[in-house]
């Protein structure tokens, strides 16, 4: 089971499962902004997205300069349209990632899945 996200917000504590969140981006409408995505909606609170990369949460990769997706919930990668596509997600979310970054997200997404079923 992997530790929720906790976000203190102006209207007070959200509790986000890690099964929920489909990734974090940068608000550029508010300086040190982040959004949190998830298949129900979008939170908002202030923090950084190095903060989320490091290695309690092995579950999150970050994809792109603005960008942090969840592992947990990728449908696809697409090479060519350089787009992440997620499971469950009824408002067709998607967010982009650095070409850079291909090698090392399917890389790290083949990890996340194997030690899943491992644990199953």
Avoid at 89 to 107: A, E, G, I, T, W
Wanted: proline residues 2%.
């Amino acid at each position: 089971m992997k530790a929720p996200i906790i976000l203190e917000t102006k209207t007070g504590t959200i509790i986000i499962q890690a099964t929920e969140l489909l990734y974090i981006t940068v608000d550029d409408t508010k300086d040190h902004s982040l959004c949190f995505v998830t298949k129900k909606g979008t939170h908002y609170c202030t923090g950084d997205l190095n903060n989320y990369e490091d290695a309690d949460q092995n579950w999150l990769f970050r994809c792109h300069r603005s960008f942090v997706v969840n592992l947990l919930t990728i449908r696809e990668i697409n090479k060519y349209e350089r787009r992440v596509y997620f499971l469950d997600d009824s408002s067709n979310n998607n967010c982009p990632f650095s070409r850079r970054k291909y090698v090392p997200l399917k890389q790290s997404l083949k990890e996340i899945l194997f030690t899943e079923q491992e644990v199953l």
